[in-house]
């Protein structure tokens, strides 16, 4: 044991015999860690992770113990030989592993963190689908993200449900680069995945509705994009925010739609964990399948896929839910930028909008994805996916 380490732990034992107070570690997820960032575990038996306790970052206390981990064939803790380890935080913001001290950015993986998905073999809807879990395999076990009901045989995402860390979500770290999604758990594989293309979605546009009627909806500024269940910035690091690009984590959703109104779903998911302070349960899915009218102007279901497979849905939802309270809203978003208006029985619950505070200008925009809210149990009762839920009451929108 070299001298440093020695006069490290001399400290710390002071420190908890004499009730000195420390600071301990602080790390702020945008500036403290390594760009190829392990995942952060609790030191007990379990795959437990380390969670934030605010947005400041990741903190421990003096000589609190984590374990780092870098997940994937062949992936190691740079300097270390070693796909896993347990350190201990000391002064100075370093960790201690081996009698040597380390800054945090310097144990960074050899290659990016590899998320897993695992089968669980739980069906889900019904019977419809079956329950895959993303997460992280470790010694400890796997640390699970995400759980995705899917359809393997008919190629389609029910629902997804993760969970927003409402006290740390402000300080998430925020991650430019987006890999490709992955095909595992998909029947078809690279065949599904090739269906997003635009190219391969005007030959089914073309299949289903007709040369002319396909070349109105399938065009550069127009198109079906892998729109996420679970989204990448719901989750606080990098390498989580890369386990969300599995394709059975999303479904077929019209870009225009994506980057509006779904896009502003998404963000007040956020802000009301934010502002609530508190761990939100968010569920996220899909319903029924989009219909556009061929060139005889009859209405056909929409499906990406030959026999109706890989369905485009109508709609898209998110249950954003208390466990703590047992409050919680629905949101629903019109998968169809193309239409200017819908029948009322259309909206298959009470617009409840308005007075919980959800209600915002732009949901009245249809090229954007019109929008609407409605009690959770009244959309579980029309989704018919999910079973019904303990609710105390409606949540409350946050303020702007």
């Known amino acids: 044991m070299d001298s440093k380490t020695v006069l490290v732990l001399l400290a710390v034992l002071i420190w908890k015999t004499c009730g000195i107070s420390a600071q301990g570690c602080l790390w702020n ?7 190829k960032d392990p995942i952060y575990l609790k030191s007990s038996s379990n795959a437990n992770f380390l969670i934030p306790n605010n ?26 030989g070693l796909q896993e380890l347990t350190a201990t935080c000391t002064t100075n913001n370093e960790l201690l592993f081996s009698n040597k001290m380390y800054k945090l950015n310097a144990l960074e993986c050899s290659n990016t963190t590899s998320s897993d998905l695992e089968y669980s073999k739980v069906s889900c809807a019904g019977g ?9 395999k470790t010694s400890k076990g796997t640390a699970y993200l995400i759980d995705v009901c899917y359809d393997k045989v008919n190629e389609a995402s029910f629902y997804a449900i993760n969970t927003i860390y409402g006290k740390a979500i402000n300080g998430a770290e925020i991650e430019s680069d987006r ?14 995945a090739n269906m997003y293309k635009q190219t391969e979605e005007l030959k089914s546009f073309t299949i289903l509705l007709g040369l002319k009627q396909a070349e109105k909806y399938i065009t550069d500024a127009s198109y079906l994009a892998r729109g996420h269940l679970a ?22 959703e019209w870009q225009v739609v994506n980057a509006g109104n779904w896009l502003r779903v998404e963000n007040l998911a ?19 399948v989009l219909q556009l009218p061929n060139e005889s102007g009859t209405m056909v279901d929409i499906y990406l896929m030959t026999p109706n497979k890989l369905r485009v849905p109508k709609w898209y939802w998110k249950i954003i839910y208390s466990p703590a309270t047992k409050e919680g809203i629905a949101l ?27 209600s915002r200008a732009e949901w009245a925009n249809f090229s954007k994805g019109f929008t609407f809210c ?27």
Not at 376 to 399: E, F, H, K, Y
């Open 29 to 35: 997820l945008n500036t403290d860690l390594p760009v």
């Open 179 to 192: 890999p490709s999604f992955r095909t595992l758990g998909l029947t078809n594989g690279t065949t599904t």
């Open 128 to 136: 419809r689908g079956e329950i895959f879990k993303i997460g992280f």
């Open 374 to 400: 409605c009690g959770v149990n009244d959309l579980i009762s029309a989704v018919g996916t999910l079973s019904p839920m303990i609710v105390t009451g409606n949540m409350t929108g946050p303020t702007v």
């Open 231 to 252: 989204p990448d910035a719901d989750f606080l690091f990098g390498s989580w925010s890369f386990a969300t690009y599995f394709l059975v984590n999303a479904a077929p």
């Open 332 to 358: 629903v978003t019109l998968n169809n930028p193309h239409v200017t208006s819908i029948n009322v029985g259309e909206m298959f619950c009470k617009n409840i909008c308005l007075e919980t505070n959800w």
């Open 55 to 80: 947005a400041s970052g990741l903190s421990l206390a003096i000589n609190e113990n984590v374990v780092l981990a870098c997940p994937g064939k062949s992936n190691t803790i740079n300097g270390t």
């Open 270 to 288: 956020r802000d009301v964990a934010a502002q609530r302070q508190e761990d939100l349960q968010i569920i996220t899915g899909t319903h029924s």
